[in-house]
């Protein structure tokens, strides 16, 4: 693509998203499919990220810094994943394959987190959540990214 018409591209006017654009995009083959996963993703994660905190305060009776050191070993856990494993993936296998493993992996592991019995069952747990988590995520955007022409980036 050349210089000038990547200039054109970002210059011209978009409208702002509406419910009309969203509607348009969801049914599209591969973008729906796409932004359905991304959507039930992120509710789980959400929830996850609400709740843990109360959970673990409830069922494990743990303080805040022990919560805490946690949910800091799921986030660095997860940013690994995204800087220097989901590539070696990604070359190995195709989007598709990765995005089921990962959506795979993130609710056998909710459902193991929820029945956790223990604090060193629920890190064991969470191991495979995170690591999912950064895979899904990752892949989901570079998907999103090749599935939509270069004028809808953004």
Do not use: C
């Not at 959507?39 to 303080?63: E, P």
């Not at 995005?99 to 019995?117: E, N, Q, Y």
């Amino acid at each position: 693509m050349t210089a000038e018409r990547k200039q054109e591209i970002v210059n011209q006017k978009r409208p702002a998203i509406s419910i009309k654009a969203l509607g348009s995009a969801l049914r599209r083959p591969v973008v729906g499919n796409l932004l359905h996963t991304r959507l039930i993703y992120g509710f789980a994660f959400a929830l996850f990220q609400s709740i843990f905190a109360l959970y673990g305060q409830y069922r494990f009776n743990l303080n805040s810094q022990n919560i805490g050191y946690i949910l800091a070993f799921v986030g660095v856990l997860s940013a690994i994943t995204q800087g220097f494993v989901i590539g070696k993936l990604s070359d190995r296998f195709a989007d598709r394959q990765l995005i089921f493993f990962s959506v795979s992996t993130i609710s056998a592991s909710m459902l193991a987190w929820a029945l956790a019995p223990n604090v060193i069952f629920l890190i064991i747990v969470l191991a495979p959540i995170a690591v999912s988590a950064g895979i899904l995520n990752t892949i989901i955007n570079a998907a999103l990214t090749k599935a939509v022409p270069p004028s809808e980036f953004g």
